[in-house]
Protein backbone atom coordinates (compact mmCIF):
# COMPACT_ATOMS: atom_id res chain seq x y z
CA UNK A 1 0.00 0.00 0.00
CA UNK A 2 3.32 2.09 -0.04
CA UNK A 3 3.44 5.28 -2.33
CA UNK A 4 5.17 4.05 -5.32
CA UNK A 5 6.38 5.82 -8.65
CA UNK A 6 2.99 6.93 -11.03
CA UNK A 7 1.52 8.05 -8.26
CA UNK A 8 -0.56 11.08 -7.17
CA UNK A 9 1.27 12.53 -4.02
CA UNK A 10 -1.51 12.39 -1.36
CA UNK A 11 -3.14 16.09 -0.48
CA UNK A 12 -2.23 16.29 3.08
CA UNK A 13 -1.93 19.38 5.77
CA UNK A 14 1.78 19.76 6.93
CA UNK A 15 3.00 22.64 9.25
CA UNK A 16 6.30 24.87 9.52
CA UNK A 17 7.98 27.76 10.96
CA UNK A 18 8.98 30.34 8.28
CA UNK A 19 12.43 31.56 7.99
CA UNK A 20 12.65 35.13 8.53
CA UNK A 21 15.81 37.12 6.57
CA UNK A 22 14.99 40.33 8.48
CA UNK A 23 14.69 38.50 12.26
CA UNK A 24 16.37 35.34 12.10
CA UNK A 25 16.35 34.18 15.26
CA UNK A 26 12.55 34.90 16.01
CA UNK A 27 10.89 32.25 16.12
CA UNK A 28 7.87 33.27 13.62
CA UNK A 29 4.04 31.88 13.42
CA UNK A 30 4.17 28.41 12.43
CA UNK A 31 2.13 28.11 8.94
CA UNK A 32 0.31 25.69 7.57
CA UNK A 33 1.19 24.00 4.56
CA UNK A 34 -1.15 21.86 2.01
CA UNK A 35 0.64 19.49 -0.66
CA UNK A 36 -1.34 19.94 -3.11
CA UNK A 37 -1.88 23.93 -3.49
CA UNK A 38 2.18 23.61 -2.28
CA UNK A 39 3.48 21.75 -5.09
CA UNK A 40 1.12 22.32 -8.08
CA UNK A 41 2.77 22.52 -10.61
CA UNK A 42 6.53 22.34 -9.11
CA UNK A 43 9.40 19.66 -9.20
CA UNK A 44 9.70 19.45 -5.33
CA UNK A 45 12.40 17.21 -3.72
CA UNK A 46 11.19 15.85 -0.29
CA UNK A 47 13.11 13.80 1.74
CA UNK A 48 12.39 12.32 5.20
CA UNK A 49 13.76 11.21 8.32
CA UNK A 50 12.50 8.99 11.36
CA UNK A 51 13.90 11.99 14.07
CA UNK A 52 15.43 15.83 13.89
CA UNK A 53 18.15 15.86 16.60
CA UNK A 54 19.19 11.85 16.05
CA UNK A 55 22.69 10.89 15.28
CA UNK A 56 21.95 9.50 11.49
CA UNK A 57 19.89 11.84 10.63
CA UNK A 58 21.67 14.71 11.95
CA UNK A 59 25.66 13.63 10.70
CA UNK A 60 24.83 11.58 7.67
CA UNK A 61 21.28 12.45 6.09
CA UNK A 62 20.68 16.46 6.59
CA UNK A 63 24.43 17.54 6.03
CA UNK A 64 24.43 16.50 2.36
CA UNK A 65 21.31 17.78 1.29
CA UNK A 66 22.57 21.28 3.01
CA UNK A 67 25.57 20.94 0.87
CA UNK A 68 23.87 19.95 -2.20
CA UNK A 69 20.69 21.90 -2.19
CA UNK A 70 21.78 24.84 -5.22
CA UNK A 71 22.97 22.13 -7.14
CA UNK A 72 19.61 20.35 -7.11
CA UNK A 73 18.15 24.00 -7.82
CA UNK A 74 20.25 24.46 -11.18
CA UNK A 75 18.56 21.38 -12.03
CA UNK A 76 15.28 22.06 -11.69
CA UNK A 77 14.09 21.40 -8.34
CA UNK A 78 11.62 24.44 -7.40
CA UNK A 79 11.69 23.32 -3.71
CA UNK A 80 13.58 21.07 -1.46
CA UNK A 81 11.85 19.86 1.43
CA UNK A 82 13.00 17.85 4.96
CA UNK A 83 10.22 16.45 6.75
CA UNK A 84 9.49 14.49 9.90
CA UNK A 85 7.26 13.21 12.62
CA UNK A 86 8.47 16.06 15.29
CA UNK A 87 6.62 18.84 15.49
CA UNK A 88 7.01 22.34 13.80
CA UNK A 89 9.24 23.95 16.28
CA UNK A 90 11.44 21.35 16.36
CA UNK A 91 11.90 20.96 12.79
CA UNK A 92 12.72 24.80 12.99
CA UNK A 93 15.04 24.24 15.41
CA UNK A 94 17.16 21.71 13.36
CA UNK A 95 17.21 23.96 10.23
CA UNK A 96 18.62 26.63 12.08
CA UNK A 97 21.38 24.13 13.51
CA UNK A 98 21.77 23.45 10.17
CA UNK A 99 21.76 27.02 8.95
CA UNK A 100 19.24 25.88 5.78
CA UNK A 101 17.77 29.06 6.20
CA UNK A 102 14.96 29.48 3.66
CA UNK A 103 16.96 26.80 1.23
CA UNK A 104 15.32 23.97 2.61
CA UNK A 105 11.64 24.03 3.89
CA UNK A 106 11.88 22.41 6.97
CA UNK A 107 8.17 20.47 7.30
CA UNK A 108 6.17 19.00 10.31
CA UNK A 109 4.22 16.11 10.07
CA UNK A 110 3.57 15.42 13.86
CA UNK A 111 -0.06 14.44 13.24
CA UNK A 112 1.15 11.38 11.33
CA UNK A 113 -1.08 12.44 8.14
CA UNK A 114 1.46 12.06 5.61
CA UNK A 115 3.30 9.25 6.67
CA UNK A 116 -0.33 6.86 6.72
CA UNK A 117 -1.29 8.73 3.85
CA UNK A 118 2.04 7.36 1.97
CA UNK A 119 2.13 4.12 3.76
CA UNK A 120 6.03 5.25 4.50
CA UNK A 121 5.21 5.59 8.66
CA UNK A 122 6.54 3.14 11.36
CA UNK A 123 6.00 2.01 15.11
CA UNK A 124 8.58 3.35 16.84
CA UNK A 125 7.13 2.86 20.48
CA UNK A 126 9.08 -0.11 21.27
CA UNK A 127 12.67 3.12 21.06
CA UNK A 128 10.38 5.47 22.90
CA UNK A 129 9.55 7.57 19.84
CA UNK A 130 5.86 7.14 19.66
CA UNK A 131 3.51 5.40 17.33
CA UNK A 132 3.54 6.67 13.97
CA UNK A 133 7.34 8.13 12.57
CA UNK A 134 8.29 8.13 8.85
CA UNK A 135 10.50 6.09 7.11
CA UNK A 136 13.51 7.27 5.72
CA UNK A 137 12.45 8.32 2.16
CA UNK A 138 13.51 10.54 -0.57
CA UNK A 139 11.32 11.45 -3.23
CA UNK A 140 11.04 13.63 -6.53
CA UNK A 141 7.86 15.00 -7.40
CA UNK A 142 6.78 16.57 -10.77
CA UNK A 143 3.54 18.64 -10.43
CA UNK A 144 2.39 16.23 -8.22
CA UNK A 145 3.29 12.89 -9.57
CA UNK A 146 5.71 11.25 -7.50
CA UNK A 147 8.38 10.10 -10.56
CA UNK A 148 11.67 9.05 -8.11
CA UNK A 149 11.28 7.06 -4.69
CA UNK A 150 14.02 5.71 -2.56
CA UNK A 151 12.90 4.33 0.66
CA UNK A 152 16.18 3.57 2.86
CA UNK A 153 15.91 -0.43 3.23
CA UNK A 154 18.13 -0.74 6.27
CA UNK A 155 20.13 1.91 9.09
CA UNK A 156 21.97 4.38 7.13
CA UNK A 157 21.95 6.13 3.86
CA UNK A 158 22.19 5.12 0.23
CA UNK A 159 18.86 5.41 -1.93
CA UNK A 160 17.14 8.61 0.46
CA UNK A 161 20.67 10.53 -0.04
CA UNK A 162 20.76 13.78 -1.82
CA UNK A 163 23.62 11.95 -4.09
CA UNK A 164 21.03 9.63 -5.17
CA UNK A 165 18.41 12.14 -5.72
CA UNK A 166 20.54 14.48 -7.28
CA UNK A 167 21.70 11.90 -10.31
CA UNK A 168 17.86 11.72 -10.98
CA UNK A 169 17.17 15.13 -11.05
CA UNK B 1 -8.81 10.43 35.70
CA UNK B 2 -6.63 13.28 35.82
CA UNK B 3 -4.03 12.90 38.49
CA UNK B 4 -4.43 14.79 41.81
CA UNK B 5 -2.85 16.13 44.92
CA UNK B 6 -2.24 13.14 47.52
CA UNK B 7 -1.96 10.11 44.47
CA UNK B 8 0.55 8.29 43.78
CA UNK B 9 2.53 9.53 41.05
CA UNK B 10 2.27 7.01 38.03
CA UNK B 11 4.87 4.14 37.33
CA UNK B 12 6.16 4.87 33.44
CA UNK B 13 9.09 4.50 31.60
CA UNK B 14 10.86 7.54 30.15
CA UNK B 15 14.23 7.94 28.04
CA UNK B 16 16.45 10.76 28.50
CA UNK B 17 20.38 11.15 27.26
CA UNK B 18 22.35 11.75 30.29
CA UNK B 19 24.55 15.00 29.71
CA UNK B 20 28.62 14.25 29.61
CA UNK B 21 29.82 16.73 31.41
CA UNK B 22 33.48 16.03 30.07
CA UNK B 23 32.30 15.71 26.51
CA UNK B 24 29.13 18.28 26.58
CA UNK B 25 28.62 17.80 22.63
CA UNK B 26 28.38 14.06 22.65
CA UNK B 27 25.37 12.21 22.11
CA UNK B 28 25.36 9.55 25.13
CA UNK B 29 23.25 6.19 24.95
CA UNK B 30 19.57 6.70 26.16
CA UNK B 31 18.82 5.60 29.78
CA UNK B 32 15.32 5.15 31.31
CA UNK B 33 14.21 6.87 33.93
CA UNK B 34 11.60 4.87 35.69
CA UNK B 35 9.22 6.93 37.65
CA UNK B 36 8.55 4.72 40.78
CA UNK B 37 11.94 3.42 40.98
CA UNK B 38 14.21 6.70 40.65
CA UNK B 39 11.68 8.56 42.57
CA UNK B 40 11.72 6.32 45.17
CA UNK B 41 12.87 8.06 48.44
CA UNK B 42 13.12 11.41 46.51
CA UNK B 43 11.68 14.79 46.08
CA UNK B 44 11.14 15.11 42.75
CA UNK B 45 10.02 18.49 40.82
CA UNK B 46 8.65 17.22 37.57
CA UNK B 47 7.85 20.00 35.32
CA UNK B 48 5.62 19.12 32.13
CA UNK B 49 5.41 20.85 28.96
CA UNK B 50 3.63 21.17 25.47
CA UNK B 51 6.66 21.67 23.05
CA UNK B 52 10.60 21.45 23.49
CA UNK B 53 11.78 24.66 21.28
CA UNK B 54 8.12 26.46 21.05
CA UNK B 55 8.28 30.22 22.23
CA UNK B 56 6.39 29.86 26.36
CA UNK B 57 8.23 26.93 26.64
CA UNK B 58 11.60 27.93 26.18
CA UNK B 59 11.04 31.78 26.74
CA UNK B 60 8.95 31.74 29.79
CA UNK B 61 9.21 28.24 31.44
CA UNK B 62 12.63 26.45 31.00
CA UNK B 63 14.67 29.15 31.68
CA UNK B 64 13.42 30.17 35.19
CA UNK B 65 14.15 26.51 36.06
CA UNK B 66 17.76 26.38 35.13
CA UNK B 67 18.70 29.66 36.89
CA UNK B 68 16.37 28.74 40.28
CA UNK B 69 18.10 24.83 40.32
CA UNK B 70 20.07 25.86 43.06
CA UNK B 71 17.19 27.43 45.62
CA UNK B 72 14.98 24.65 43.80
CA UNK B 73 17.91 22.17 45.58
CA UNK B 74 18.31 24.19 48.69
CA UNK B 75 14.38 23.80 50.10
CA UNK B 76 15.26 19.57 49.45
CA UNK B 77 14.67 19.18 46.02
CA UNK B 78 16.67 15.63 44.85
CA UNK B 79 15.75 15.77 41.26
CA UNK B 80 13.96 18.08 38.58
CA UNK B 81 12.57 16.04 35.61
CA UNK B 82 11.47 18.44 32.57
CA UNK B 83 9.46 16.13 29.83
CA UNK B 84 7.57 16.95 26.93
CA UNK B 85 5.28 14.88 24.03
CA UNK B 86 8.68 15.24 22.29
CA UNK B 87 10.73 12.21 21.76
CA UNK B 88 14.26 11.80 24.37
CA UNK B 89 16.77 13.18 21.06
CA UNK B 90 14.68 16.34 20.86
CA UNK B 91 14.34 16.97 24.77
CA UNK B 92 18.47 16.43 24.76
CA UNK B 93 18.88 18.98 22.22
CA UNK B 94 16.46 21.40 23.40
CA UNK B 95 18.65 20.73 27.52
CA UNK B 96 22.05 21.76 25.18
CA UNK B 97 20.34 25.03 23.56
CA UNK B 98 19.01 26.16 26.82
CA UNK B 99 22.11 25.34 28.87
CA UNK B 100 20.85 22.88 31.48
CA UNK B 101 23.83 20.75 31.64
CA UNK B 102 22.82 17.66 34.20
CA UNK B 103 21.26 20.03 36.22
CA UNK B 104 17.64 18.70 34.96
CA UNK B 105 16.76 15.23 33.26
CA UNK B 106 15.28 16.45 29.63
CA UNK B 107 13.08 13.43 29.57
CA UNK B 108 10.42 12.66 26.20
CA UNK B 109 7.11 11.20 26.38
CA UNK B 110 6.70 10.47 22.34
CA UNK B 111 4.65 6.81 23.34
CA UNK B 112 2.32 9.54 25.45
CA UNK B 113 2.44 7.08 28.29
CA UNK B 114 2.90 9.29 31.02
CA UNK B 115 0.11 11.82 29.54
CA UNK B 116 -2.14 8.81 29.43
CA UNK B 117 -0.97 7.53 33.05
CA UNK B 118 -1.75 11.17 34.42
CA UNK B 119 -4.32 12.64 32.10
CA UNK B 120 -2.39 15.50 31.74
CA UNK B 121 -2.82 15.35 28.49
CA UNK B 122 -3.17 18.35 25.58
CA UNK B 123 -4.94 17.49 22.28
CA UNK B 124 -2.62 19.81 19.75
CA UNK B 125 -3.62 18.12 16.22
CA UNK B 126 -5.14 21.15 15.41
CA UNK B 127 -1.74 22.73 15.15
CA UNK B 128 -0.10 19.95 13.68
CA UNK B 129 1.28 19.23 16.56
CA UNK B 130 -0.27 15.64 17.53
CA UNK B 131 -2.96 14.25 19.56
CA UNK B 132 -1.14 13.19 22.57
CA UNK B 133 1.08 16.05 24.06
CA UNK B 134 1.37 17.04 27.53
CA UNK B 135 -0.16 19.70 29.26
CA UNK B 136 1.44 22.83 31.07
CA UNK B 137 1.77 21.61 34.52
CA UNK B 138 4.57 21.15 37.38
CA UNK B 139 4.30 18.68 40.29
CA UNK B 140 6.28 17.89 43.55
CA UNK B 141 6.73 14.03 44.17
CA UNK B 142 7.81 13.18 47.40
CA UNK B 143 8.60 9.60 47.84
CA UNK B 144 6.42 9.01 45.10
CA UNK B 145 3.07 10.92 46.38
CA UNK B 146 2.29 13.89 44.80
CA UNK B 147 2.42 16.65 47.61
CA UNK B 148 1.55 19.74 45.08
CA UNK B 149 0.38 19.33 41.88
CA UNK B 150 0.16 22.92 39.53
CA UNK B 151 -1.63 22.75 36.02
CA UNK B 152 -1.72 25.83 34.07
CA UNK B 153 -5.18 27.27 32.84
CA UNK B 154 -3.95 28.13 29.91
CA UNK B 155 -1.38 26.25 28.80
CA UNK B 156 0.49 28.67 26.48
CA UNK B 157 0.83 30.49 29.62
CA UNK B 158 3.48 30.63 32.68
CA UNK B 159 1.22 31.09 35.93
CA UNK B 160 1.47 28.48 38.42
CA UNK B 161 3.45 26.07 36.98
CA UNK B 162 6.30 29.01 36.96
CA UNK B 163 9.75 27.76 39.31
CA UNK B 164 8.91 30.68 41.50
CA UNK B 165 5.48 29.08 42.61
CA UNK B 166 7.23 25.33 43.04
CA UNK B 167 9.78 26.99 45.22
CA UNK B 168 6.86 28.51 47.41
CA UNK B 169 5.16 25.20 47.81
CA UNK B 170 8.36 23.17 48.22
Known sequence: MAIKVGDVFPDTVLTYVPYDAKNPDACGLPQQLKTHEAFKGKKVVLFAVPGAFTPTCSEEHMPDYVKQVDSMKSKGADLVACVASNDQFVMYAWGKQYNVKDNIMMLSDANGDLGTALGLAQDGTARRMGPIRLKRFAMIIDNLKVIYIGVEPAPGVTVSGASAVLAKL | ?170
Not at chain 2, 32 to 45: N, P, R, S
Not at chain 2, 93 to 105: C, L, P, R, T, Y
Not at chain 2, 120 to 147: P, Y
Request: glycine share 8%; aromatic share 6%.
Open chain 2, 1 to 170: MTIKEGDTFPQVQLKYIPFDTADPNACKSPQVLDTKKDFAGKKVVVVGVPGAFSPTCSIQHLPAYVTKIKELKAKGVDLVVCVSGNDFFVMSAWGKSENVKDNIIMAGDANGELGRATGLTLDLAKMGMGSVRLTRFAAIVDNGKVTHLAVEPDPTDVTVTGADNILSAL
